[in-house]
């Protein structure tokens, strides 16, 4: 039934914003399997510090943000933009004000615990990824927009910029591809770097690109599913 060709029924009409969801049944063997899959597939991701400089193919980093564009958000707001950088000259100051904010950090402005706490991954301030990986992702988080001069406020953008960054970084695990997720505190310089607006807030950079031949990766553990989970 075409539901927009009836005019006069107000029920109908209401149905007319809707669109069916696309959801096909699965048999609960089939579910299984997905899950457990999915479950293997992104136990594999890894947090990675080395990368090759290998170049990304533009059109798979494009389909890997599309992705994160799929993801919930308050009220649809979408308050999420992502800034793709492969430009050397970019990528340099990006470095250069990155490491000067992590020099702050490790020697003045973190608290002894977190340094404590960062030993077993035995990162320092020098960043050397931040020349070597083919491809940065600046993810901002917007708390309004700006329409025609006008703030137009957006809801959790906070939350909704984490589960788009989550949905991306999955999508590039998906695709092979390896990440870094970086926060070099504070971040305002990515603002000025890549010409995000003032109300454009740095939620994180994303360091993107294919590991280094023989990389390793701390040694670490996952909680256990008791330990994360509750059964009511
Ligand atoms: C919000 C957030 C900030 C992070 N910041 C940094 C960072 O600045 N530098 C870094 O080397 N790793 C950073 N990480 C990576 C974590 O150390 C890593 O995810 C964690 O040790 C778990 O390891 P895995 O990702 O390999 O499972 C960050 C991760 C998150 C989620």
């Known amino acids: 039934m075409d539901v927009t060709k009836i005019e006069n029924s107000e029920e109908i009409k209401d149905e007319a914003e809707f669109v069916r969801l696309n959801y096909k049944e699965l048999s609960a063997a089939q579910m299984q399997i997905k899950s457990i899959e999915y479950f293997f597939n992104m136990n594999k991701r890894r947090t990675v510090r080395d990368f090759s400089s290998k170049k ?3 059109e798979i980093i494009e389909n890997c943000l599309k992705t994160a564009g799929t993801a919930p958000s308050g009220a649809n707001k979408q308050p999420c933009e992502f800034f793709v950088i492969e430009s050397p000259e970019v990528k340099n100051k990006i470095r250069e004000a990155a490491e000067y904010e992590e020099y702050l950090f490790y020697n003045d402005r ?5 340094i404590e706490d960062l030993k077993k991954f035995k990162t320092t301030p020098i960043k050397e ?5 083919p491809t940065f992702i600046a993810i901002f988080s917007k708390p309004y927009d700006l329409i025609d001069g006008e703030r137009k406020n957006n809801y959790y953008s906070i939350e909704s910029t984490g589960l788009a960054t989550g949905f991306l970084i999955s999508a590039l695990h ?3 591809l390896a990440s870094l997720t970086h926060t070099p505190s504070p971040m305002a310089f990515l603002n000025e770097i890549v010409g995000a607006p003032k109300h454009f807030r740095p939620f994180l950079l994303l360091t993107v690109g294919y590991p280094e031949e023989g990389t390793l990766v701390p040694k670490q553990d996952r909680k256990s599913l008791d330990k994360i989970a509750h059964f009511l």
């Open 129 to 133: 990824h931040l020349s070597k990986a």
């Open 110 to 114: 973190a608290p002894k615990s977190w």
């Open 174 to 176: 998906n695709a092979n």
């Open 56 to 58: 990304i193919s533009r």
